[in-house]
């Protein structure tokens, strides 16, 4: 599952093994009333199969913790994510108890340069040109709802079977707030981009060894 705004695509250079049946999730407008468990629930319709393993990418991470706890899975591995509400950082929280996140004009998701940084931080900004086709959900309604979703995100403790993989240069997520990761040197939040040859030979190991379950 991709992060905020993001569509599949953000996984084109992670290459797993060819006996792994791979499905990938992409978001849809939330309804009017939606809040997260209606909008996973529908979501969940989507995946099939057993053994299955949850990879999800920032908000995407979030989602497939929350798809976890409706159907039976092997796995879960989230990506410059969070585990938990604690883990999110302080401007987020401050955000959650002034209501804040509410004001954010977000005419700004038509000035592609802002919606970048916003979604994968600033330390990409020369590179922005780039991020161009990872970036197709940009509907108003949306990222108002996805915002709100993930500020008041209430999970207190992590969800069984988690593995956590995080930036040490995650600027969304900084990982001074993340606690019980597996840590890639030099990884910001769009890490499952630039970093691809880091999970192209762990991430397998980590799919496949059963001590983490």
């Known amino acids: ?10 996984f084109e250079f992670i290459k797993l093994p060819k006996n792994f049946v791979i499905n990938y999730l992409e978001w849809y407008q939330p309804k ?12 969940t319709k989507k995946i099939h199969g057993q053994n299955i393993i949850l990879i999800g990418q920032s908000f995407g991470g979030i989602i497939i913790q ?30 959650k108890k002034t209501k804040a996140y509410k004001l954010l004009p977000l005419n ?9 940084m916003f979604v994968f931080g600033p330390m990409i900004k020369k590179r922005i040109s780039l991020y161009r086709k990872y970036l197709s959900f940009r509907d108003e309604r949306y990222l108002k709802w996805a915002i709100h979703q993930i500020v008041n995100w209430k999970q207190d403790f992590p969800v ?13 997520f900084p ?7 597996i840590f890639v040197e030099g990884g910001n939040h769009a890490m499952i981009l630039r970093k691809a ?3 192209n030979e762990n991430l397998p190991k980590l799919i496949i060894d059963d001590s983490n379950d």
């Not at 599952?1 to 953000?10: E, L, R, T, V």
């Not at 929350?66 to 929280?93: A, F």
């Not at 700004?108 to 970048?116: A, P």
């Not at 990982?175 to 990761?181: G, L």
Request: zero cysteines; charged letters at 20%.
């Open 1 to 10: 599952m991709p992060g905020m705004a993001a569509n599949s695509k953000i």
């Open 32 to 43: 009017a009333n939606d809040d997260l468990s209606s909008y996973v629930n529908r979501l």
């Open 66 to 95: 929350e798809i976890s706890k409706i159907i039976n899975v092997k796995k879960v591995i989230i990506i410059s994510s969070v585990k938990s509400r604690h883990e999110l950082p302080l401007m987020m929280k401050l955000s």
């Open 108 to 116: 700004w998701i038509d000035d592609f340069e802002s919606l970048v």
């Open 160 to 172: 069984k079977n988690t593995i956590h993989i995080h930036g040490s240069q995650d600027l969304v």
């Open 175 to 181: 990982s001074i707030y993340i606690k019980n990761a």
């Open 197 to 199: 040859n880091w999970f």
